[in-house]
């Protein structure tokens, strides 16, 4: 994941199809697995969200996400959607790399009543 993705039409299509699966599910926990790298400023996550035809909350989530440029807005999620579970990253403030890969998911705490992403 890069920041520069944010917004773009598959985020509307991975957020509305989480938030769906949450709330089908009936999940406390939406536990999003980064892995992020650094913005590349390739052309890459251009897309409108509105290309994927997700419901309107979403889509404005996603314009939201593209103007404030932070993942942190994620966790905001299940209150757009008047949901009730909590979004948790895992190592948000780490960059994946190569070099700690092994690292990065060593302390991975799986299990309970949440899903993965």
Same mark, same amino acid.
């Given at each position: 994941?890069?920041?520069?993705?944010?917004?773009?039409?598959?985020?509307? &299509? /991975?957020? !509305?199809?989480? !938030? %769906?699966?949450?709330?089908?599910?009936?999940?406390? *926990? &939406? /536990?999003?697995?980064?892995?992020? *790298?650094?913005? !590349?400023?390739?052309? !890459?996550?251009?897309?409108?969200?509105?290309? %994927?035809?997700?419901?309107?909350?979403?889509?404005? &989530? #996603?314009?939201?996400?593209?103007?404030?440029?932070?993942?942190?807005?994620?966790?905001?999620?299940?209150?757009? *959607?008047?949901?009730?579970?909590?979004? #948790?990253?895992?190592?948000?403030?780490?960059?994946?790399?190569?070099?700690?890969?092994?690292?990065? %998911?060593?302390?991975?705490?799986?299990?309970?009543?949440?899903? &993965? %992403?």
């Amino acid at each position: 994941m890069k920041v520069q993705y944010l917004g773009d039409s598959k985020d509307s &299509f /991975k957020w !509305d199809y989480h !938030d %769906f699966l949450m709330s089908k599910l009936n999940y406390r *926990t &939406f /536990k999003i697995i980064l892995m992020m *790298t650094q913005d !590349d400023g390739g052309n !890459d996550g251009n897309t409108h969200a509105s290309n %994927f035809p997700a419901r309107s909350e979403i889509l404005e &989530f #996603c314009n939201q996400l593209r103007n404030i440029n932070s993942i942190e807005k994620i966790k905001e999620l299940p209150v757009i *959607t008047s949901s009730s579970y909590e979004v #948790c990253f895992h190592k948000e403030n780490n960059f994946i790399t190569n070099e700690n890969r092994y690292a990065y %998911f060593s302390d991975f705490e799986a299990g309970g009543n949440q899903l &993965f %992403f």
